[in-house]
């Protein structure tokens, strides 16, 4: 009954690929099993974040934030209190869906652009927050060494914790898009106007949009910290917001799976380029340039196939001649 | 059913409505003519909601509606076609029609049900109705410029309107699309017992459709009569039919 709303070819293909990804840790080493686990809490960071661009039509320039509220709510709750650890993986989504509803709640009576301007300073009073206030959060430092409960601490449990949250993610994600739900939302990208007049109230659509993208964005929060065991201000800085986005743009921000593949191609490039160079923002930079100019609908979004056949059509002809 | 009285809206110094009055009684085709930027669509956006009345009343149904959002006007049985091809070109031209079938079901707020079953059997009927069955899978952007214009109204009937309001419907279209499109639209009046409030700049079809017309000229209502009330008239022959 559930299943069949899935697309078929594809659904045979994600299979295979979790399979695969459970396996994993037993063949390749420890460090690329860290890096998966990376690149799986990035891909649910940037998956939030296209449910409200390349499906809601928003700039939603600083989502880095409520994936920074998430993390913290949850690591402070598991540094600073003896509480149980069930109560920092409930708090940290939590905190960031609040911190989302009341960001967004200022930012959606602006337009377009401005919603994004907006959003960015209000993200950045929070990362200052985080960067000051030294007793609770330590200030620019962070905090590490954060208590993970023991049953995830090791690096194979904490993957195997972060792939099967990913995958009930995106599972609740693909449902959300195909439901009346994301239908309008998506009807409300293409053309707020009509939208409207065909009786959706278009703000508070957009609103519940955000605090959906921004609780998953939290979730993901609390999964960094399983992973890193620490926090610290960079994940309410910019220029990660800056990243997920382009992750988004670069994977295909129209496509269910593309923000996936954005979120590998540059958690890797982070990883083994970024380590060598202070530039790691300039090259963001021209990959984002590059995207604009060239592939404005991301790798997904790409239509390969058809261009190939088009190519592969016109060489044909041109033989013939 | 629908009486706009003494309504204004400036933009700026520019009276675009200036005192525009108009009747709608259930079940009627009614027809507002006027020459370029006489203020049509400035009209139907204050009734609609779009834009905001600076002065007069709008009451549908006994209910003054001229300070709510397009929204909740639709939500009150109000839906519109607009003059130029309004639709959501990304997206399937059935799931056009049925993002209004599925707000008039009150339905869009839904989260984990999958739409694809949700609203089948009346935005199916309504593709039937007005022709665009057999297209309802083609991306609605891609259709031609006629298609488009009939996939506004179908969008518009997802909503199930009291009253159904067309800004010139037959926009752009050859002289075949404008009467098979008229004759749809009196199809609708007449099967659906639909209320249609519609502007059109020929006037064939207006004289050939409408109950009732209503001329307006630089934001003024001069006249709202029958039809052939309105051809008698000097005022409107004078301004407007140019003696004909
Ligand atoms: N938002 C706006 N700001 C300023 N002027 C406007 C605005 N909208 C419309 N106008 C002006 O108001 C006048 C009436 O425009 P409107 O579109 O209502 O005319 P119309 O009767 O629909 O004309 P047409 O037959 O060409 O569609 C026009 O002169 C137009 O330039
Ligand atoms: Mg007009």
Redesign the interface.
């Known amino acids: 009954m559930l299943l069949n709303?899935f697309p078929q070819k594809s659904f045979g293909v994600s299979v295979g690929l979790f399979i695969l990804l459970l396996i994993a840790p037993a063949i390749i080493p420890k460090f690329y099993t860290y890096i998966l686990a990376v690149i799986f809490v990035t891909a649910l960071l940037a998956m939030s974040l296209n449910l409200v661009v390349g499906h809601g039509g928003l700039f939603q320039f600083h989502h880095g934030v409520f994936y920074g509220v998430g993390a913290y709510v949850g690591g402070l709750i598991l540094a600073k209190t003896s509480l149980p650890w069930w109560v920092a993986f409930i708090a940290g989504p939590i905190a960031a869906a609040v911190t989302g509803f009341l960001i967004g709640l200022f930012c959606i009576r602006l337009n377009r652009l401005y919603f994004g301007m907006l959003q960015i300073s209000l993200g950045s009073l929070l990362w200052v927050i985080a960067f000051r206030w030294y007793d609770l959060t330590g200030g620019d430092d962070g905090i590490h060494g954060i208590p993970i409960p023991e049953f995830i601490s090791s690096s194979k449990s904490s993957y195997y914790l972060v792939l099967i949250i990913l995958c009930i993610c995106l599972i609740?994600l693909y449902?959300?898009l195909?439901?009346?739900?994301?239908?309008?939302l998506?009807?409300i990208?293409?053309?707020p106007?009509?939208?409207?007049?065909?009786?959706?109230?278009?703000r508070r659509?957009q609103l519940?949009a955000i605090v959906i993208a921004t609780f998953f964005a939290g979730v993901a929060g609390i999964l960094f910290v399983v992973v890193e065991g620490s926090i610290f201000p960079e994940l309410l800085f910019w220029v990660l917001s800056l990243e997920i986005f382009i992750m988004c743009l670069l994977g295909g921000w129209?496509t269910f799976a593309g923000p996936i593949l954005g979120a590998a191609v540059i958690v890797s490039l982070r990883t083994f380029v970024g380590t060598y160079t202070e530039y790691w923002t300039l090259i963001l930079g021209v990959i984002l340039i590059l995207l604009i100019f060239f592939l404005p609908e991301g790798l997904m979004g790409y239509n390969f196939l058809a261009k190939f056949r088009s190519w592969s059509k016109r060489a044909a002809a041109s033989s013939v001649d | 059913m629908l009486y706009v009285r003494e309504l204004k809206k400036f933009f700026g110094d520019f009276k675009a409505v200036n005192g525009a009055n108009l009747k709608v009684e259930k079940g009627q085709l009614v027809a507002v003519i006027g020459p370029n930027g006489a203020g049509k669509t400035t009209l139907f956006n204050l009734i609609c909601g779009q834009l905001q009345p600076d002065r007069g009343e709008i009451l549908f149904n006994g209910e003054d509606i001229g300070r709510l959002p397009p929204y909740e006007i639709c939500r009150k049985g109000i839906a519109r076609s607009f003059q130029i091809a309004n639709i959501f070109p990304r997206l399937s031209v059935f799931r056009n029609v049925q993002v209004s079938v599925l707000s008039q079901q009150k339905l869009s707020n839904r989260l984990f049900q999958p739409a694809a079953r949700l609203a089948v059997e009346s935005t199916n009927r309504i593709l039937e109705s007005v022709g665009l069955l057999d297209k309802k899978l083609d991306v609605a952007g891609s259709l031609s410029h006629g298609d488009k214009r009939i996939l506004e109204i179908a969008i518009a009937l997802g909503n199930e309107p009291d009253l159904l309001i067309l800004d010139e419907p037959t926009a752009g279209m050859s002289p075949e699309e404008t009467s098979t499109t008229m004759k749809l639209i009196q199809r609708l009046a007449q099967e659906q017992g639909l209320t249609i409030l519609f502007c059109e700049h020929d006037m064939e079809v207006v004289f050939g459709t409408a109950q009732s017309i209503m001329v307006m000229q630089q934001g003024q209502t001069i006249i709202q009569d029958l039809p052939e009330e309105v051809r008698q008239n000097r005022e409107v022959q004078q301004a407007y039919l140019g003696g004909e």
Not at chain 1, 178 to 184: L, Y
Not at chain 1, 193 to 200: F, K, L
């Open positions: 709303i609740l449902l959300i195909k439901s009346p739900f994301g239908s309008a998506q009807a990208r293409d053309n106007e009509r939208c409207a007049a065909v009786g959706i109230n278009v659509h519940a129209f």
